[in-house]
């Protein structure tokens, strides 16, 4: 595998992660840049190992129950349990030998969304939790992997604002047509006179640039780190783990408090800031060859919508294609197959 054995691919994750604690590192950005990815290829070929190898366990201690011969029911579920486990061995092998393929090859680039509340002040913060929990459902059914990088929650546990990453599969075809503004039409809970309102958030989706697309210069970067807090002001850690990366030549600021650990606080970070520094590079590379494209986001106005989401009426509608579907419980949970389809099909 890769050239190496398990127990090599081990000792070498952990002189990484040494090397991503040593404090010299903050002033090396390529070589932590080639760490942490490194890191994160590592993560995904121990992880499956360690399923491979729990299955392996199981099928063994199954085995000693049929040969110990004791009881012929107990030896017929661990005959048919040994089937299943055996049958899904081979998936899990199968999984990372195509993972190991796909990453050698090139795999489809990781995408990150970002989600922003607009319009509607803390009902637009709860419907950014609302389109959040519908792409995760979404990347679930899909299979696809899914991390979040940075959230600013609110105290009445909605969300400013939540990046988050999605990756094993090629999902920009899948989602690159939900840039845009999405309003909703609903009753929030707390209206006492049932009156609907309606609230926006804007969603951005951002290729994560490979190693070659984007170079950061480490001196054109200014570095913050501060105690992450969630909402109310409430310390999630007491230690300096936050991380605030801002980008000297552009003004562009990421940051990220999702983890407890500085050096993926950073990474993070890091992540957030390429992609938008590679998308702002192809904005203005279009616009020198002539073409103008509109922002996805624009100031996030309800004027500027692609969609709306109106729960008194079940209703969904994508304007750009006037299309509108029905069950909007369902497609908020996940089914979003049909209007993926549809946007791919039209090709807005």
Sequence with gaps: MLGSSEESIKKEYKEILNQLSDPELISDWEKFEELSKRKSFLE????????????????????????????????????????????????????????????KKGAPQPLLIEIRAGAGGEEAALFVVVLFRMYSRYAQKRGWKQKTLHSHPTQMGGFKEIIFELNNGDVFSEMKYEGGVHRVQRIPTTEKAGRIHTSTASVAVLPKPKGTEIKIDPKDLKLDFYKASGAGGQYVNKRMTAVRITHLPTGMVATSQSERNLAQNRENAVSILEARLLEKKEREEMEKIGEKRKSQIGWAKRAEKIRTYNFPQDRITDHRIKKSWHDIEGIMDGKLDLITAALQKAGV
């Design 44 to 103: 995904k070929i121990l992880g499956k190992e360690k399923e491979i190898e729990e299955l392996k366990n199981k099928i063994e201690e199954n085995k000693l129950i049929i040969s110990a011969k004791e009881d012929k029911e107990l030896i017929s579920l661990a005959d048919s349990e040994i089937i299943q486990l055996q049958e899904k061995e081979k998936v899990l092998k199968k999984e990372l030998n195509d993972f190991i393929y796909s990453e």
